[in-house]
């Protein structure tokens, strides 16, 4: 009796492919029609989104274009919503199976531009350009440095993850696309991605290495490279936030299983930064400590996140060395882009 229930559905989901107007509609493997598992997220059919061929090229020593099939394939489940003019539009959850940037980029060889002044990889990222010409940009330790890895994919299949009391069956994408899970605001999903860049951040600053104290009492905030603030001070009206957390750093282990307490930094830059669609896809943040220590974060892993995992900004006016500030990214494993002694954040949305 099951077998002739397994066969009747075949027979259902064949005919259904056929006279689909849709995408092309592939054998749903791993689909649970008949909800016999706990899984949310394998319900529905599945479908294909054609591969367009994408170039690696940039400040790497191997550039050439990525194969596919050498890479396993990663699934994840997103909602995505958009900008518009009443506020968010919420455009459809997925869930969406393709190949993580983490797998992609992982054998490129990285040749930096600037690595005689600044040899750390933590000022790298990547921009995302797809065949109508837009361009995403994406933090280096947002694919490597993170807590959760392979979370950021270029999708070559699509399920929707439809909600079962109203049967809501939202709009299928027809094209391959970039999917970055942590983004609330998902403007980053750019459809056919045709080329992957990397990066260093093209500033130049003096580089000081083992400079004492490293000491800086305030810090200088730039937009569009004009000074639009100045901290001497955790403002009195933002409440202040305890992480627990394990500080861990890619060379020497752990530094502190202390907690660490400080004030949201998306607070503080937001009334100098605009949340819109070209801040959100191209908007870097380059956050400088005074012996020119630097890291690259992308607007949306400080301002646009759906997880929570917030980068805090530490200010410790008592200490006379590795302050008064430092910064904590709580999404990241390694503790390489917490910055202490900075003086200066600079912000910019424009072609780097």
Avoid at 29 to 54: E, G, R
Avoid at 147 to 152: A, D, G, K, M, P
Avoid at 206 to 211: A, P, R
Wanted: glycine content about 6%; proline content about 5%.
């Amino acid at each position: 009796m099951k077998n002739l229930i397994s066969l009747i559905l075949i027979s259902l989901f064949i005919a259904s492919c056929n006279v689909s107007t849709e995408n092309n509609c592939v054998q749903p493997t791993i689909t649970d029609s008949l909800n016999a598992t706990n899984n949310f997220y394998d319900n529905t059919k599945i479908y294909n989104l054609p591969l367009k061929q994408i170039s690696i090229e940039g400040e790497i020593d191997n550039p050439g274009f990525v194969d596919f099939s050498k890479l396993p394939i990663r699934s994840v489940a997103v909602k995505e919503t958009l900008l518009s003019e009443e506020g968010k539009k919420f455009e459809g959850a997925y869930r969406y199976d393709g190949y993580s940037l983490h797998d992609i980029l992982n054998q490129v060889i990285i040749n930096k531009k600037n690595k005689g002044e600044f040899r750390p990889i933590v000022d790298l990222y990547i921009q995302i350009e797809n065949d109508k010409g837009e361009k995403v940009n994406i933090s280096w330790g947002e694919i490597y440095y993170t807590n959760h890895l392979h979370e950021i994919i270029i999708a070559s299949k699509v399920m929707r993850i439809v909600p079962t009391k109203i049967n809501k069956l939202w709009p299928l994408p027809t094209t391959s696309k970039l999917i970055v899970t942590s983004d609330l605001i998902t403007e980053r999903n750019i459809s056919n991605p045709v080329k992957i860049t990397v990066k260093s951040y093209p500033k130049s600053f003096v580089t000081i290495k083992g400079l004492k104290p490293l000491y800086s009492p305030k810090i200088d905030i730039y937009s569009k490279n004009k000074l639009v603030e100045t901290l001497t001070e955790n403002p009195k009206n933002l409440q202040a936030e305890k992480f627990n957390t394990i500080f861990y750093g890619q060379g020497r282990g752990v530094h502190s299983t202390k907690p660490i307490t400080g004030v949201l930094l998306k607070n503080i830059l937001a009334k100098n930064v605009d949340c819109n669609q070209k801040n959100i896809r191209e908007g870097i943040f380059v956050i400088v400590a005074k012996d020119g220590y630097r890291g690259v974060y992308t607007y949306s892993e400080i301002m646009n996140r759906n997880d929570q995992s917030e980068v805090l900004l530490v200010c410790e006016p008592e200490s006379n060395h590795n302050g008064i500030f430092k910064i904590f990214p709580t999404s990241d494993f390694f503790g390489d882009r917490s910055i202490k002694g900075i003086d200066r954040i600079y912000f910019s949305a424009k072609e780097q």
